[in-house]
């Protein structure tokens, strides 16, 4: 079964400043899709960034980039420029490519993100 | 607005009632899901229906009984409540095949059991 990993329960940065938040997962596929998504106070879950597992190039979202490395099974968020509004908590999430039964979004345990001002 | 939309958004009953969650999503997609968020904010898929169909059944206590009408709607009834129900569910949807498109998700339903 794959398992996500999310190594940092908490993480601070200061605004303007740039954090990297850890995400490590285990499978032994090698087709699937991993994503980021925030969690704000409002509690909405809202999609940040998402990677394709055999693409190598990292995937870029404006101020979001990822650092994905396939053989570590390492799948780092990197924010920068940060933004009182970017404090939230973030999660990791994978998801195999092959469907059916499988369709499901594993999520890690998450990383809180403090923004200080 | 295109959306998945969850009611109530916020739930106080007492241990033992019977209670349901409605969720509805317009964004055309095939593919519907509850997920619990417990008190430390972890995710767990609990079920999943394509085109009305169960395709996941996590391992969840039988008082919680999933149903999709149609596949633009999921439901979900708990019976006999307890306090470990407490928690966050959300609804999501997506497209089966587009595993690369990430899920839509709900806004959650605060389920607070007494």
């Known amino acids: 079964a794959q398992t996500v990993t999310q190594s940092q329960p908490e993480m601070s940065v200061q605004e303007a400043e740039t954090v990297t938040l850890s995400c490590t997962y285990d499978?032994?596929?090698?087709?699937?899709?991993l994503f980021w998504y925030k969690q704000p106070p409002s509690r909405q879950m809202i999609l940040v960034i998402r990677q394709e597992a055999y693409k190598q190039q990292n995937a870029t979202e404006n101020r979001f980039s990822v650092n994905f490395q396939k053989a570590a099974k390492s799948f780092s968020l990197k924010i920068s420029d940060s933004q009182l509004g970017d404090a939230a908590m973030y999660f990791c999430?994978?998801?195999?490519?092959?469907?059916?039964?499988?369709?499901?979004?594993?999520f890690g345990t998450g990383t809180l993100l403090a923004v200080q001002p | 607005d295109t959306a998945v939309s969850q009611t109530p958004k916020y739930l106080v009953t007492q241990m033992g009632n019977d209670k349901s969650i409605k969720c509805e999503q317009n964004l055309g997609h095939d593919t519907m899901y509850w997920y619990k968020q417990d008190s430390k904010k972890f995710l767990k898929i609990m079920f999943s229906?394509?085109?009305?169909?169960?395709?996941i059944n996590e391992t969840v206590p039988n008082r919680f009984s999933p149903k999709s009408p149609d596949k633009a709607h999921l439901n979900l009834h708990i019976n006999s409540l307890e306090l470990g129900d407490s928690a966050v569910y959300f609804c999501?949807?997506?497209?089966?095949?587009?595993?690369?498109?990430?899920?839509?998700f709900g806004s959650g339903t605060r389920l607070t059991v007494v």
């Open positions: 999501a949807s997506s497209i089966l095949d587009r595993q690369f498109g990430g899920y839509t």
């Open positions: 999430a994978y998801r195999s490519a092959m469907g059916g039964a499988t369709n499901k979004l594993i």
């Open positions: 229906y394509n085109n009305k169909e169960l395709i």
């Open positions: 499978t032994s596929e090698s087709d699937y899709y």
